[in-house]
T-cell receptor
């Protein structure tokens, strides 16, 4: 069965510092992978997605993620965090034979000035 | 495109009352999903539809919850009777279909049952 693990419940970084949010998945075939961001009081917004091809994908707001099949990971990165990046981040996995996405439990990012 | 539209944004109701949440998916999207988000349980999939047909309702907590999708542009989630433990944010999302498209989420309905 598909599953997604986000090991970090809460991360705190200083503004301007680099960021990496971890995501590990379990799926037998090549997964479709997504990162969503949820700002307070808002719905989830798609940051980026990976289907196939180049394992480094670029997203909105300066985020990128790298698919590493050998590690079953799809970590989200940003070189320099802005205070407006404070939000909750969700990793999700899907597949070609289903409409369902499996979401991780989320990582809450706090940014200090 | 106006995105996924949910109404109302906020709902406060008394225990025992019927509550109806509404969702208009993105035109052309053929899959629709209802989620519930709480601090304790996180994001839970309640039910999803494909081409207006319910495909998986295993996440619906109990018989007090029901969902319908009478046409491609409208869906409702009804709770009758409502209980305080139903207090949560309810999200609707739609997708063009297939696991590779991802979802577009609405802004959610914050339900408070007192």
């Amino acid at each position: 069965a598909q599953s997604v693990t986000q090991p970090d419940i809460h991360i705190t970084v200083s503004e301007g510092a680099s960021l990496e949010l971890r995501c590990n998945y379990s799926y037998g075939a090549t997964p479709y992978l997504f990162w969503y961001v949820q700002s307070p009081g808002q719905g989830l917004q798609l940051l980026l997605k990976y289907f196939s091809g180049d394992t480094l994908v670029q997203g909105i707001k300066g985020f990128e993620a790298e698919f590493k099949r050998s590690q079953s990971s799809f970590n989200l990165r940003k070189p320099s965090v802005h205070w407006s990046d404070a939000a909750e981040y969700f990793c999700a996995v899907g597949a070609s034979n289903t409409d369902k996405l499996i979401f991780g439990t989320g990582t809450r990012l706090q940014v200090f000035p | 495109d106006a995105g996924v539209i949910q109404s109302p944004r906020h709902e406060v109701t008394e225990m025992g009352q019927e509550v109806t949440l509404r969702c208009k998916p993105i035109s052309g999207h053929n899959s629709l999903f209802w989620y519930r988000q709480t601090m304790m349980r996180g994001l839970e999939l309640l039910i999803y539809f494909n081409n207006n047909v319910p495909i998986d309702d295993s996440g619906m907590p109990e018989d007090r919850f029901s969902a319908k999708m009478p046409n491609a542009s409208f869906s409702t989630l009804k709770i009758q009777p409502s209980e305080p433990r139903d207090s949560a944010v309810y999200f609707c999302a739609s997708s063009a279909g297939g696991g590779n498209y991802g979802y577009t989420f609405g802004s959610g309905t914050r339900l408070t049952v007192v």
